[in-house]
């Protein structure tokens, strides 16, 4: 949060990242009327990233904000869609949701619950071939978007005075 350099991505040296870690620039310097949204993708689930990682790097941008003195109901964090791939993954997926669905109980920030408007009854399968890609059932459609920007406006209306 407005930090600049030298974060990056911990990105390791390979064939997409001959040079290794990314540095970016982290100019957004949040104020108490601003949002913060987080959305983390399938690909860590399915690189493998522990779940404690995952759970270490999104509670740190959570208490970060938080210790900024940043309204926690300002923060929104998205939990994550299907990723159908056949692996383990479906129950890694559901582990981090509910995860995360805890942070906003325990820090009082707001969950966009991709996985409720994704999710088919049995947890772990899209609710309808219409909300992902055609023959991609990592990503989601262009109309899981307009729902997730639902939520979002929404929230937005309701802690804007």
């Known amino acids: 949060l407005g930090l600049g350099y030298p974060r990056n991505g911990g990105e390791q040296v390979n064939d997409f990242y001959p040079n290794g870690s990314i540095f970016r620039v982290q100019a957004f310097i949040p104020r108490a009327v601003d949002f913060g949204y ?9 690189d493998g990233v522990a779940i404690a990682t995952i759970k270490t790097n999104i ?8 210790q900024k003195g940043l309204p926690p109901a300002h923060l929104m964090v998205a939990t994550l869609p299907p990723r159908v791939t056949g692996g383990t993954d ?3 997926i559901l582990a981090l949701n509910t995860m ?6 325990q820090k009082g ?7 409720l408007l994704t999710f088919s009854q049995d947890g772990t399968t899209w609710k309808s071939p219409s909300l992902h890609v055609t023959n991609d059932e990592i990503h989601y459609a262009e109309t899981v978007r307009d729902m997730i ?3 979002v406006v929404s929230i937005m209306l309701q802690e804007t005075p």
Do not use: C, K, L, V
């Open 59 to 66: 509670e740190t941008m959570i208490d970060q904000w938080i």
């Open 149 to 151: 920007e639902d939520q």
């Open 38 to 46: 987080i959305s983390i993708g399938t690909n860590d689930i399915g």
């Open 109 to 115: 920030i707001r969950i966009i619950d991709i996985a």
């Open 100 to 105: 995360i669905r805890a942070f906003g109980q």
């Open 90 to 92: 479906d129950s890694r």
